[in-house]
């Protein structure tokens, strides 16, 4: 199968790690960003083949982890009062701070999980007489369904539709980290999907700021391990540019089109990020011609705040600073069927990975 055999294949990748063990003389803290890296990092065990001296720290990516959790209260309160709640299928299962979507379904809320925004306008023209949501969550990649959700429902004046945005960016976020007293960050791999719609342009200012490798990967295991070698040759020559392993897949412009859709519906704004705070200009919210789209004005549940659980260090483990094995709650009062927080629920999430790929539990 063109593009992910050649991308498994074993031997390619025991060279690349050859590689990496006699490259690297000092130590090197390298942070995938994508929480899909982290999986593929974990689940094929490539964390335990790299040398000592080469410590992966997992980043804030994964947008299910990140998600806030006022806005899943939010969701369950627009739920529990009659509202047709429609989302992907890896938010209905993160906790908020008294229940999940799926535990409000059950107690008889009308949840739809979809694969594509689109249907859920399809759902608001079958029920006119109900209003429906779509909780969009998501980093750049799903910014261009969601838009074009908004763009569709006011073209066929589908007046019962609207989205509750929770849209966050990655280089902002980058930027956090690296601006953070604690950060030991060398390098990042940057996330290939995200740069396959947004293109390489918004890294260039952190490489240059910051003196700090940026190199794009896939996914694949031989994505990743080239990715790593390729950060630590640049590491132990003391350079720092943007490289992209990617390049089957992005491209330094991004794609056009699903920027267009983007722009056309959304404004970069604050961001508040689950255990990490609100990052200034880190997301994206509704222009004001979509304003009529936005669930948490047209319902006036803007106003809702949740503490976060105290027993959690997700803010911790997205900042790279502790790993998951690390928290005290770890496969004890934390674990996929009872998650304190979203990093053990989500598909993406670090501590899922760990859990399900990870000797730390034995």
Known sequence: MKYLSEYRNLEATKQYLDLIHKTATKTWNIMEICGGQTHGLVKNGIINLLPENVRMIHGPGCPVCVTPLNLIDKAVELLENGVIVCSFGDMVRVPGSKKSLLEAKANGGDLRILYSPLEAVNIAKQNPNKEVVFFAVGFETTAPANALSVLHAKKEEVKNYSILVSHVLVPPAMEGILGDEFCTIDAFLGAGH????????????????????????GFEPLDLVQGIYLAIQQLEKGEYKLENQYSRVVREEGN?????????????????????????????????????????TKFGISSIATPENSECIAGQILKGIKKPHECPQFGKACNPSNPLGAPMVSSEGACAAYYHFSNHLN
Not at 199 to 205: A, L, S, T, V
């Open 194 to 217: 995200v740069c396959a719609i947004m293109g390489m342009k918004e890294y260039y200012p952190l490489v240059e700021k910051y003196k700090i490798p940026i190199v794009v990967t």
């Open 256 to 296: 056009l089109e699903a920027l267009k859709v983007i722009q056309s519906v959304f404004e970069v704004g604050d961001r508040e990020w689950r255990g990490i705070g609100t990052i200034p200009d880190s997301g994206y919210v509704l222009k004001p011609a979509f304003r009529d789209y936005d669930a948490e």
